[in-house]
């Protein structure tokens, strides 16, 4: 018999995360007829609403209500996820800062396997799962074989897997909560920081020109400002920008920075790792200069420039200056 | 403090262009050029900023063949204390699993207080810290951003969650942490301070000296196995532009004006 798949699904607000869908996607790639089952942790009307919205998708979904859940600490879902799945259970998690939490080690506690970050699944032969991943931020990617005799944990990554919108479950919400056990952990959830707002919301322009690595020296962001002045753009930029202090935080776009809705998205020597790419929403016309032909950016954009960006952008601007 | 940092020797991507071996068996690997993974070179400045704060001691391990040795010398000149490499033919294609049990069974020879890693490296798993402190049952904390030594029992750590927001916890030590990019900046090794920590000598640790069945580590003991590598078709990808600077420039602003992008 196949073994029981189930997805962990985060939510906030009374509202179920993007992946919730993405998920069963993911899970009826590895039995393609299989019940699946959703497990939400919280408290309060906003799991209700979680569990509503969840149920017509879900063949079931078992909640855990506990005041101790309220936020979603990785170490006391951990301990109570040991708790109520079954043996070999293959368990679903979207590829996020709480899947990354959580998830590797649930997986020593179950003794199952443990796939990171999947961006496909190939289905399961006898007791042997064929997942794609990718290494090297995108640039090879590789089949993955996982023994998933005694069960799986797999981290999916989010917008790889469609969304099942078919919303024909009509499922039941199966209350789990006194199984959870002892939710007291060493890790105590204080508080969540804001971001601070920066000089400019890049959230709020149409033509962002974003700066990566590329740029190799903090002089040469002036190249990109220059740009971004001859046409009427923000300037934002990737995560090794703002490690560097280069810019400030409140310019980066991605999943740990600003998540953006431009029209055109220029971006100078920016590899295009999905980090960074989760942050760019709504379809925008991309436009990609980076020296590196291989860059995973040009399987992404519209258009491709293969030019070292410290020569190309200053004569670009040039041109554009002549009008 | 007693800190333990985790390290890893890959390939640069910021310096070499990865490409996939024809046969499909491994990335072309012939004139990569290797350094420390990034994320684990901020996970050892801020042990070596813990250490001069509030004392104690930062060694440095890694996994790896002999040339991994070379990772953990540069570690050292940053300033680690002491470094050590775990290799062993039998440690040879384990999977994130097998890592952490060989690095759990050096942990365990020690007294650390602190364990950290970097959040991810080259293959983008982001799992050995994870299930390392999982097996030791130690409590964790993921793509840490900042830490604040409270006392000798706990620590304050500051999680990057999505959005650029951070999630502020309290953490029982003795425990691990990933580290994420960002944290600190971390210094400048020059070739002098690499030949500082040339002679000294590095101890190499095997399966037999750390009382590991071979059984559980390697490719035998792993559940999770790599098949090949291969370069996926992604469909046509961006349209190149292609011709002089002019030419490409001047095709490039007619896009950008039909799309508008120049206002």
Not at chain 1, 1 to 17: P, T, V
Not at chain 1, 72 to 94: H, Q, T, Y
Not at chain 2, 93 to 119: C, F, H, M, P, R
Not at chain 2, 138 to 164: C, F, H, M, Q
Request: with cysteine; proline share 3%.
């Amino acid at each position: 018999m196949a073994q029981q798949l189930f997805a962990y699904i985060g939510h906030k607000n009374g509202i179920a995360d993007d992946p919730a869908l993405e998920l069963i996607t993911a899970a009826k790639k590895i039995y393609a007829d299989a019940a699946i089952t959703a497990i939400i942790t919280g408290s309060g009307a906003d799991l209700a609403a979680v569990g509503n919205e969840l149920a017509s998708s879900y063949a079931e979904v078992w909640k855990v209500e506990n005041e101790a859940c309220a936020y979603p600490n990785g170490e006391v879902i951990r301990s109570l996820l040991v708790n109520i799945l079954p043996p070999d259970a293959i368990i679903l998690f979207a590829h996020d800062t709480f899947g990354m939490d959580l998830a590797p080690g649930l997986s020593i506690k179950l003794d199952s396997a443990f796939v990171s970050d999947a961006v496909d699944i190939k289905g399961v032969d006898g007791t042997t799962l064929t997942v794609i991943r990718q290494e090297y931020s995108g640039m090879a990617s590789t089949h993955v074989h996982a023994d998933i005799s005694n069960g799986a944990v797999i981290t999916c990554r989010p917008g790889s897997f469609q969304p099942d919108e078919s919303k024909s479950a009509n499922g039941q919400i199966v209350d789990k909560s006194a199984a959870a056990g002892d939710l007291s952990a060493k890790r105590r959830f204080l508080e969540v920081v804001e971001a601070e707002a920066g000089d400019v919301d890049i959230t709020k322009s149409d033509v962002l020109v974003s700066v990566g690595r590329g740029v190799e020296d903090q002089e040469n962001i002036e190249i990109a400002e220059e740009l971004a002045d001859a046409i009427g753009a923000v300037v934002s930029c990737s995560r090794p920008i703002v490690d560097a202090k280069w810019l400030e935080k409140a310019r980066q776009v991605g999943t740990s920075g600003k998540t953006v809705k431009p029209k055109v998205y220029i971006a100078l020597g920016i590899s295009g790792s999905f980090q960074h790419m989760g942050g760019l929403k709504g379809s925008p016309f991309i436009v990609a200069v980076n020296k590196n032909p291989k860059a995973p950016i040009f399987q992404l954009a519209d258009v491709g420039v293969v030019q070292d960006l410290l020569e190309f952008v200053p004569a670009l601007t040039e041109k554009i200056k002549e009008g | 403090m007693e800190i333990l940092v985790c390290v890893k020797r890959v390939p640069d991507t910021a310096e070499n262009e990865i490409e996939v071996k024809s046969d499909g068996t491994d990335i072309e690997r012939d004139d990569l050029v290797y350094s420390v993974n990034e994320w684990d070179n901020y996970a050892v400045e801020e042990a070596i900023q813990i250490r001069d704060k509030i004392g104690g001691s930062v060694t440095v391990v890694t996994v790896g063949d002999e040339e991994s040795e070379e990772v953990v010398r540069r570690e050292m000149a940053m300033g680690a204390d002491k470094g050590v490499l775990l290799s062993d033919e039998a440690f040879d294609g384990s999977d994130g699993k097998g890592l952490a049990t060989i690095l759990k069974a050096e942990i365990e020879k020690g007294n650390y207080d602190l364990v950290l890693t970097g959040a991810m490296a080259d293959d983008g798993a982001a799992q050995v810290g994870g299930m390392l402190a999982a097996m030791l049952d130690w409590p964790y904390a993921s793509v840490v951003n900042t830490i604040e030594v409270l006392d000798d029992k706990k620590i304050k750590v500051g999680r990057e969650i999505e959005g650029g927001n951070q999630e502020m916890n309290e953490i029982d030590l003795p425990c691990v942490l990933s580290i994420q990019t960002g944290i600190n900046e971390p210094r400048y090794v020059g070739i002098r301070g690499i030949r500082k920590v040339a002679a000294i000598e590095i101890p190499v640790h095997g399966a037999a000296d750390l009382g590991i069945s071979s059984e559980s580590v390697g490719r035998g003991g792993a559940k999770v196995k790599r098949v090949d590598y291969f370069v996926p078709d992604l469909g046509e990808g961006a349209e190149i532009l292609e011709g002089s600077m002019d030419e490409i420039t001047e095709k490039l602003i007619e896009l950008l004006k039909a799309k508008g992008g120049i206002k």
